[in-house]
């Protein structure tokens, strides 16, 4: 089984990913700039943290050589004994370790102070950044999800922010860091000795190299195995979503299989990585260490002839080590931070989409809807199927107050133009009006407010009965959440648990049976008092006695109140005032119940067909 994921990661991977895209984190910069005053601070102490680092390498060496020496060679005053310092007595061991130990501790300090400003930024933009996704993802228009798949979305949300996260509060950090103390080690080295600097400088051409080929495989590994676990992530959702019929197919085994195939692709990726990341260190250890056993081997030789003090090798030496240690880190971080840009690719792919509504805030415009609905030539298809046609120049005019049922078999568009005048999705050609206005101009949060909407399949939130009622309105009292269960035909089941409105429904409703689910769906839309109601199939789940009751309470909504009724029970269509035959995406026929009937067309065989009940 092949997700839309795979594809997707198939096309990107025909995109030539270059090491100079690390400029793609410039995409970062409206997190980073609030914070950028705590960011350079951060930078100023890693850089002062990077210095003492070397400083203190060089009193190791000092230490070293005044210990061989017996305290008897002097260091130069250009070399340590300059400002505050110029009162140590640097060939004395008790001053070098009480010198080593004073920067030890201010270094220690910085670090903390460091860690601390770097981890309070990154969470403040993790937080903004996790904001913004899932605001990002609530604002898509539908035709988004007919693209995507609940655990890719996630997985971006999650796995990829995550993976940011850890860039920017220790990997950044520490990149700055090793390169500062590459290019400082190199300076310092070459103070000591040029000949030295310039035979281990030998090496880095070729780990240099190696580093931007090991890069660029990280990276590519990495957002593979970023969107293959976003894959594994889909069936899971999937399959938790579709628990029931997994267990009423019995197809444990097949859904087993399909999780198992998805992770063993992850690890056969993550497994490439560990043998090129073992490669890599591999590598490092042969080419980095042999070089500095040269390097050693010269410097002996140097210091033998007189021409290298034994203070000086000994720094060069820890000072080699730091080097090595800078370059070898360097290339793993840069892996790491590779693989960081490839999650802010991702990222930023889900933040740039196109969304249909530019903010969210409390306040709403509000509409009057209580005005007449034209559906002018309408013709829609969805984007993945162009060649079928759902609706066919369809014209449809509803009034003021107006029930429209809309009939037809399965396929005919009915649920189309549902999703139409809720703004699910946009015709490809004609209008949609209310009032001569196109509803497309309207401010779509505002829109959507002023209309009811019951669907066929009920998913209830996981919470409590009251919050899933009170959904149709956040501000509702006690008394209006119950006054709109009662009329739903809704109190009774639910006083009749122990907890009453407070009674958790579980996932997706699934503590309640299919009628209560929509008994519930019923009442969050009397709730919110809408102009417009629209009913899919809203009686459909409910016994002959609660159906006669609960249509009772929506006669009784839909007073006043332009609703469009989809409904195969011929209770339900016959007392609309308008019904609509739809064949093949277009009118076939309006009318009442008795006028169609008279007309024996559609809608009369329909009848005898019994494709109402």
């Not at 300090?109 to 993790?126: C, D, G, P, Q």
């Not at 009920?458 to 009662?486: C, H, M, P």
């Amino acid at each position: 089984m092949k997700s839309k994921t795979t594809t997707t990661t198939e096309k990107k991977k025909k995109k030539r990913l270059k090491i100079s895209d690390l400029r793609g984190f410039k995409q970062m910069a409206p997190y980073l700039k609030p914070h950028r005053i705590g960011f350079a601070l951060g930078i100023i102490l890693i850089t002062i943290s990077s210095i003492l680092t070397l400083f203190v390498t060089r009193l190791w060496g000092q230490l070293g050589g005044v210990g061989i020496m017996g305290g008897n060679e002097n260091i130069s005053a250009s070399d340590l004994e300059t400002g505050f310092l110029a009162n140590f007595n640097f060939n004395n061991l008790e001053a070098i370790v009480t010198t080593i130990a004073i920067v030890l501790v201010v270094q220690a300090s910085l670090s903390f102070i460091r860690v601390y400003l770097f981890a309070n930024m990154t969470e403040k933009m993790m937080l903004t950044m996790r904001r913004d996704a899932f605001e990002a993802v609530i604002s898509m228009p539908m035709n988004f999800y007919h693209d995507k798949r609940v655990g890719d979305v996630n997985s971006r949300i999650s796995a990829d922010i995550t993976s940011i996260q850890d860039t920017f509060t220790t990997t950044l950090a520490e990149l700055i860091r090793q390169t500062i103390m590459l290019v400082g080690g190199i300076a310092a080295l070459a103070y000591f000795s040029v000949d030295l600097t310039l035979m281990m400088l030998m090496t880095l051409p070729v780990v240099v190299l190696v580093a931007i080929v090991f890069g660029k495989f990280i990276k590519r590994l990495s957002k593979e195995t970023q969107d293959e676990i976003a894959t594994s992530n889909v069936i899971v959702q999937e399959v938790l979503t579709g628990i029931i019929n997994v267990k009423a197919f019995a197809n444990e085994w097949y859904e087993r299989k399909r999780y198992a195939s998805s992770i063993g692709t992850v690890r056969n990726l993550a497994m490439k990585g560990a043998i090129g990341r073992g490669a890599f260190a591999s590598f490092i250890i042969l080419f980095i260490f042999g070089a500095i056993t040269l390097v050693i081997f010269k410097g002996a030789a140097l210091m033998q002839s007189g021409d290298l003090a034994s203070e000086h090798f000994f720094t060069f030496l820890l000072m080699t080590g730091l080097v090595a240690g800078s370059v070898g880190g360097l290339a793993n971080l840069f892996g790491v931070v590779q693989k960081g840009l490839g999650a802010v690719e991702s990222l930023m792919d889900l933040l740039n989409e196109k969304r249909e509504i530019k903010s969210l805030t409390e306040e709403v415009r509000s509409y009057d809807l209580r005005k007449p609905i034209k559906f002018e030539n309408i013709n829609f298809h969805y984007n993945s199927r162009k060649e079928l046609a759902i609706l066919s120049n369809l014209s449809l005019e509803m009034k003021v107050g107006e029930q429209i049922a809309l009939v037809g078999p399965s396929g005919a568009g009915k649920s189309t133009i549902a999703s139409l005048l809720l703004r699910f999705e946009s015709p490809v050609s004609g209008s949609i009006t209310i009032d001569g206005k196109d509803i497309s101009e309207m401010d779509l949060r505002g829109f959507q407010k002023r209309i009811g909407y019951v669907p066929q399949e009920v998913i209830l939130f996981g919470d409590d009965i009251r919050s899933n009622i009170a959904y149709g309105k956040l501000d509702a009292t006690d008394s209006e959440i119950r006054d709109a269960a009662k009329r739903a035909n809704a109190i009774d089941f639910i006083e009749s648990f122990p907890e009453g409105f407070s009674t958790i429904v579980g996932e997706r409703g699934i503590q309640l049976s299919g009628g209560q689910r929509q008994r519930i769906a019923i009442a969050r839309a009397i709730l919110r008092d809408p102009d417009i109601l629209i009913l899919d199939e809203a009686t459909s789940a409910l016994d002959s006695v609660s159906e006669t009751e609960v249509q009772i309470a929506l006669e009784e909504l839909m007073k006043g109140r332009s609703t469009l009724i989809i409904a195969h029970r011929l209770s339900t269509i016959k007392n609309a005032h308008r019904i609509v035959v739809l064949a093949k995406g277009s009118v076939a026929e309006t009318g009442s119940h008795s006028k169609l009937i008279e007309n024996k067309g559609p809608y009369y065989r329909q009848i005898q067909s019994q494709d109402f009940k």
